[in-house]
């Protein structure tokens, strides 16, 4: 079975940081797609962060300059830096990626391309 565990949630106060990580069961190979979802208390899910076929980086308005999302080649990991963090961040953060699927699958954040998502992990921020 393929998992992606994430980790690095907690608890923060306004201002402060936090960075994620994602660990696949399956090797991150370089036209994967790799992203960073939340979703807040009550709220639908939101893209926080995804990477791009040409090797750039996609972001939330709402994050943009305060959130980098990265990668460790040779650890195969996923990274979702997160500084000056408000309490509108706070929500569950699911890593999800691979390769696009030609079916949907249910996940966390709805139906989606993407077949591999993690448990998510809660950050807290206030």
């Known amino acids: 079975h393929v998992q992606l565990v994430e980790s690095g949630g907690g608890s923060v106060q306004t201002g402060g940081s936090l960075r994620l990580s994602c660990k696949p069961s399956?090797?991150?190979?370089?036209?994967?797609?790799m992203m960073w979802y939340r979703q807040a208390p009550g709220n639908e899910c939101e893209e926080v962060s995804h990477?791009?076929?040409?090797?750039?980086?996609d972001y939330a308005e709402s994050v943009k300059g305060r959130f980098t999302i990265s990668q460790d080649n040779a650890e195969n990991v996923v990274y979702l830096q997160m500084n000056r963090l408000q309490p509108q961040d706070t929500g569950v953060y699911y890593c999800?990626?691979?390769?696009?699927?030609?079916?949907?699958?249910?996940?966390?954040?709805?139906?989606?391309?993407?077949?591999?998502w993690g448990q998510g992990t809660q950050v807290t921020v206030s």
């Open positions: 999800a990626g691979g390769r696009k699927w030609t079916e949907t699958t249910d996940t966390p954040c709805g139906r989606s391309e993407y077949h591999y």
């Open positions: 990477t791009r076929s040409d090797g750039g980086t």
């Open positions: 399956f090797f991150i190979l370089d036209d994967f797609d």
